[in-house]
Structures are given as C-alpha cells and as structure tokens.
C-alpha cells in the first residue's frame, strides 16, 4: 500500500527534494529530486531511483556509471517536504557518488578572503573513463 506517500508533501511539479547521505561516515553525497514513482521504487528496489528534471525521466542511480547506491533508510523531515536517503555507495569505484568522479557532489568551499570558490576534494576517477 502506498498509502505513506500521500504524508509527503510535494511541490507544484510533483516533485520532493532528496539528500543522500552516506551511511558509515554522514556525508552528504548529493542532492536530487523524486516524484512519487521514484520514491516508490527507490522503496521497492533498495536503490536509488531519482527523477531526472534536465531529461524529465526516472534515473536510475548508477544506470551509466555504475555508481549505485543501496539504501538503508528513507526518512522524511519534520515539515514533510524533504527526503533524507541513508546510503552506501556501491560500484566498480566504490565512494564515488558525483559525476565528476569525485565522493561528494559537494566539493566546493568558498574562500570567503577571495570571494571565489574552490575545489577542496579530490576526483578519485576520471569522468571520462566512468561514463559510457
């Protein structure tokens, strides 16, 4: 019964915003969005299905990559309009989640003495060699 998804509230697009967060150590991997099917599956599967916006389509996570990312857990926050996934990141590089190969699509910091920002973590693999 998918009964817990109308306790979700979601936007006028249909869609609610996703943190995906890494089991072992707490990062915060990277931010998507889902619709109701897409959470619905990332339930079913134990995996994280998104819903792309640029290719308005479910996304598999890892369909290209390889990146996968079980899911543990699904929360919902105390407003009911924001999805919290407790993941571990699987694939041929394991603890990549981004796509610029690196662990964390939060990668950059800013200087606030420049006004710039930079990149402070490391890409662990090639994009290039990732994506097919």
Not at 6 to 25: F, H, M, N, S
Not at 87 to 103: F, K, S, W
Request: with cysteine.
């Amino acid at each position: 019964m998918a009964d817990w998804l109308d306790r979700i509230k979601w936007d006028a697009q249909g869609l609610v915003p996703v943190i995906a967060q890494e089991r072992g150590t707490g990062d915060v991997l990277m931010f998507a969005w889902m619709n109701r099917e897409a959470l619905q599956k990332t339930a079913e599967l134990g995996r994280a299905v998104y819903y792309s916006r640029s290719r308005g389509r479910l996304w598999y996570k890892g369909e290209e990559s390889g990146h996968v990312q079980q899911v543990h857990e699904i929360r919902l926050d105390c407003d009911d309009d924001v999805v919290l996934l407790q993941v571990t990141q699987l694939g041929h590089e394991p603890g990549i989640a981004c796509h610029t190969g690196r662990h964390s699509c939060f990668y950059q910091r800013l200087d606030t003495q420049r006004g710039e920002w930079q990149a402070v973590d490391p890409v662990l693999k090639d994009p290039q060699s990732i994506y097919r």
